[in-house]
């Protein structure tokens, strides 16, 4: 157990709608990562918050949005889905901002969307 | 771009065999390298590690040596065990950008009994 919980474990849901997975990272950590996981794309990472701060974007379509609480919980936004937004979507802390000097990411057990 | 390629899968394995997982990467100047794992139902967990050339990253039996003149960090076991069945990942952060992870597709490993 990585000490980070991702919820819901699945969803299923109809293209056009709209969901919200949410992300609590290890105890302590400040920095949140999202990642997703495909079988087409592979390990994508989408967008890091930091302490409730956007800190960096990676291939996240602007229909995804995502946002850090003071208590330091994620969540992110999938809207208006799409067939191919069907994935396995993981959360991932850490400490601090990065990775340097061993600042290892701790990644959730990971939330599976299914479009139908 | 960055990128990390890795041999295909599925490699399948009996107890105690010998196993290598390729991996090379593109990506300028000196990027930190890992490999993780992901056990059935499960999220990813940092394997090892290399963060300079020449840098041996080692856990639980496996090794990876960061190797710049072949820009590869291929994984290595003596003896796997059926435990070891999972999908392993090699991944980088380019130099400069030490939070965005670079994954490759993955290898499926699976050992027999």
């Known amino acids: 157990d990585s000490g980070v919980t991702q919820t819901p474990k699945h969803l299923i849901t109809a293209t056009g709608q709209r969901v919200t997975l949410r992300c609590s990272p290890r105890s302590g950590d400040l920095s949140v990562y999202w990642y997703q996981q495909s079988l087409d794309q592979g390990l994508q990472f989408l967008i890091q918050?930091?302490?409730?701060?956007?800190?960096a974007k990676g291939n996240i379509l602007e229909r995804f949005s995502a946002q850090q609480f003071p208590d330091l919980h994620s969540e992110l936004n999938l809207s208006s889905l799409e067939l191919g937004d069907s994935a396995l979507y993981f959360c991932?802390?850490?400490?601090?901002?990065?990775?340097?000097?061993?600042?290892?990411?701790?990644f959730g057990p990971g939330t599976r969307l299914t479009v139908l | 771009g960055n990128s990390v390629t890795q041999m295909e899968g599925p490699v399948t394995l009996s107890e105690e065999a010998f196993l290598t997982i390729n991996c090379t990467y593109t990506?300028?100047?000196?990027?930190?390298l890992f490999w993780y794992v992901q056990y059935p139902g499960e999220g990813l967990q940092l394997l090892l590690k290399?963060?300079?050339?020449?840098d041996k990253g080692s856990n639980k039996g496996f090794e990876a040596t960061y190797r710049k003149e072949t820009t590869s960090f291929h994984l290595e076991k003596g003896s796997v065990q059926v435990s070891d069945s999972a999908v392993y990942f090699c991944a980088l952060t380019p130099s400069g950008s030490n939070y965005k992870l670079t994954f490759g597709k993955g290898t499926l490993l699976t050992v027999n009994p």
């Open positions: 990506a300028t100047g000196y990027p930190s």
């Open positions: 991932a802390s850490s400490v601090g901002v990065g990775l340097a000097g061993g600042n290892e990411q701790f």
């Open positions: 290399a963060t300079k050339a020449d």
């Open positions: 918050y930091y302490n409730g701060e956007e800190r």
